[in-house]
């Protein structure tokens, strides 16, 4: 199971680092990834990693703003946030996937509860 932390309330042009802290399991075993979700719309892909860190990939709409990372000794993910903006609002989920490459949420389990980012304009 997966729990995503360090969501809140910024201005446009803040600043937030999520984490998805992993029990039960080893993080190490699984590509990882952040999806959000914004009321009344779907889950939308933002970033994954494989399992080693060495490889990652993001969606176009946040290239160069956020940065993905992981710890495994840690069982560890992270999602670096800067230069939020309005639109970057939503729930923010981890989850864990036996394959890199996916950018589609049904590929991806262990959700647990999200955090919430909002950002203001």
């Known amino acids: 199971q997966l729990q995503a932390s360090g969501g809140g309330s910024v201005q446009a042009g803040g600043s937030l680092r999520l984490s998805c802290a992993a029990s039960?399991?080893?993080?190490?075993?699984?590509?990882m990834a952040w999806f959000r979700q914004a009321p009344g719309q779907e889950r939308e892909f933002v970033a994954t990693i494989r399992r080693d860190g060495r490889s990652l990939y993001y969606a176009d709409s946040v290239k160069g703003r956020f940065t993905i990372s992981r710890d495994n000794a840690r069982n560890t993910g992270y999602l670096q946030m800067n230069s939020l903006k309005p639109e970057d609002t939503a729930v923010y989920y981890c989850?864990?996937?036996?394959?890199?490459?996916?950018?589609?949420?049904?590929?991806?389990?262990?959700w647990g509860q999200g955090t919430q980012v909002t950002v203001s304009s």
């Open positions: 039960g399991d080893t993080l190490s075993r699984y590509a």
């Open positions: 989850g864990v996937s036996n394959f890199y490459g996916s950018t589609t949420s049904q590929d991806f389990g262990s």
